[in-house]
């Protein structure tokens, strides 16, 4: 079984990236299920009802998400009807949506899909380790494929889950940074791990905005709205292969498909 995961979609370039790169790289590799972190794919902060479904259309199985998923106050009660959009488990109850799925493969094999958000120099949410025992055990009943997308800040941070989970799930892939890390491994007991899968959207901007409103609130403080950039574009991720008998990763392959424009 072969799975693409897709880093974090920024705006409209990235969502040209998915429009015109993606039915091939599923190809290409051989993909059985896609799995896209969109929480930045509507003008570089939130998703929208419309966008998400453009995206699943598009040839994405699951979009997961992060703490930017509120950003567009419509998404809130899509979250609830729709089970192909999670937004990160470990926070309350009460919030809408869910953080976890288990998810059918065309052949029928399962795959369980999770989603957290990490806590260093983020919210003070439901602690993610502990949280995601919790979820693991229960998609475990079903699947023995399970795949992490933990949303966080802190390289240590998602190191740190990455063996805090090692030989409990198939992968742990962070998302967030935007900066995809050349540190794809395969841990000790057969979890694929990489720090962050990267950014599908304009390499040339400081992290999918416009350099000079990124360099413009940095030098003077002022909060000015942000603007996603528009040039080179890349489809950025990992594929990771997997054994799916006993859920664990054979490989991981770090990819990088730029948009010839």
Request: proline fraction near 5%.
């Amino acid at each position: 079984m072969r799975i693409l995961f897709v880093g974090d979609i920024v705006g409209k370039a990235g969502r040209r990236a998915i429009e015109e790169l993606l039915k091939k790289v599923i190809s290409d590799y051989d993909v059985d299920f896609t799995i896209a972190n969109g929480e930045n794919a509507a003008s570089g902060m939130g998703i929208t009802p419309p966008i998400a479904l453009e995206i699943l259309s598009q040839g994405v199985d699951v979009l997961t998400s992060g703490n930017h998923i509120w950003a567009k106050k419509e998404i809130l009660p899509f979250l609830s009807e729709e089970s192909r959009i999670l937004r990160p488990a470990n926070y309350p109850a009460r919030v809408p949506g869910r953080g976890a799925g288990l998810f059918k493969l065309n052949d029928g094999q399962k795959i369980g899909i999770l989603n957290l958000e990490g806590r260093v120099f983020m919210r003070p949410l439901d602690c993610p380790f502990r949280v995601a025992e919790r979820e693991i055990e229960s998609m475990r009943k079903e699947t023995e494929t399970i795949i992490v997308d933990f949303h966080a800040e802190a390289t240590s941070e998602k190191n740190a889950m990455g063996w805090f989970l090692d030989g409990k799930v198939t992968a742990v892939l962070g998302t967030h940074t935007h900066i995809q890390t050349s540190d794809e491994k395969i841990l000790d007991e057969g979890t694929a791990f990489i720090t962050d899968a990267g950014m599908t959207g304009p390499l040339n901007s400081v992290i999918g905005i416009r350099k000079e409103i990124a360099l413009e609130r940095l030098l003077t403080q002022v909060p000015w709205k942000f603007d996603v950039a528009t040039e080179d574009i890349e489809l950025q991720g990992v594929v990771v292969e997997v054994d799916p008998k006993t859920g664990r990763s054979k490989n991981i392959k770090r990819i990088r498909v730029p948009l010839d424009e």
